[in-house]
Antibody, heavy 122, light 106 residues
Framework: EVQLLESGGNLIQPGGSLRLSCAASGFTFTTYVMAWVRQAPGKGLEWVSTISDTGFSTYYADSVKGRFTISRDNSKNTLSLEMNSLRADDTAVYYC???????????????WGQGTMVSVSS | DIQMTQSPSTLSASVGERVTITCRASRGINKWLAWYQQKPGKAPKLLIQEASSLESGVSSRFSGSGSGTEFTLTINTLQPEDFATYYCQPYSENWMFGPGTKVEVK
């Protein structure tokens, strides 16, 4: 079955760190751009970060640049998001998403996980 | 960064109606625009990419058009399952989403 399964969400204090993971299955993970998108409670979708199929190129929204790091392990079909210096406004459901074309960078996101909740609060 | 505006922010409609949502980009993005549908508590679902290319399995009630800076999503003969929030997303430079349009029951 083609799917993405996120994990790692938790309640964390401001200033803390957290690592999210996304396990991919059912498609050739190594050939697709992958991304993280988040949604704060009651708010719209916010793109967070994208990584190329090889992992060599990464892109970040200004709101997380310098604090979050996206990475992938193509041997394990896993996408990760390392989040540091967490703030209250990072509270959101975090989705991982798959690029819509193999080897392409100008892509929409055609497969989404179910999301994992990150709550930043003291 | 490319800025996207969506209108309206909320749309009240009845089953059977035809509805149109507009997305405008701050500068030209060619055809690189996607539309997503999201229902409460669920992940977004890709409906259309490249402005007008309908995803496999998506109802033909949905159609997209436009290029450059102005795009539209049209839902013909609105069905009960179409009440949701719709987002546009330009993907030529980054992947930032538009603010969304909530389609609600009139």
């Amino acid at each position: 079955e083609v799917q993405l399964l996120e994990s790692g969400g938790n309640l964390i204090q401001p200033g803390g760190s957290l690592r999210l993971s996304c396990a991919a299955s059912g498609f050739t993970f190594t050939t697709y751009v992958m991304a993280w998108v988040r949604q704060a409670p009651g708010k719209g979708l916010e793109w967070v970060s994208t990584i190329s199929d090889t992992g060599f190129s990464t892109y970040y929204a200004d709101s997380v640049k310098g604090r979050f790091t996206i990475s992938r392990d193509n041997s394990k079909n896993t996408l990760s998001l390392e989040m540091n210096s967490l703030r209250a406004d990072d509270t959101a459901v975090y989705y991982c998403a798959k690029g819509s074309l193999p080897r392409g960078f100008i892509v929409a996101f055609d497969l989404w996980g179910q999301g994992t909740m990150v709550s930043v609060s003291s | 960064d490319i800025q996207m505006t969506q209108s309206p922010s909320t749309l009240s409609a009845s089953v059977g109606e035809r509805v149109t949502i507009t997305c405008r980009a701050s500068r030209g993005i060619n055809k690189w625009l996607a539309w997503y549908q999201q229902k409460p508590g669920k992940a977004p679902k890709l409906l259309i990419q490249e402005a007008s290319s309908l995803e496999s399995g998506v109802s033909s009630r949905f159609s997209g058009s436009g290029s450059g800076t102005e795009f539209t999503l049209t839902i013909n003969t609105l069905q009960p399952e179409d009440f949701a929030t719709y987002y546009c997303q330009p993907y030529s430079e980054n992947w930032m989403f538009g603010p969304g349009t909530k389609v609600e029951v009139k």
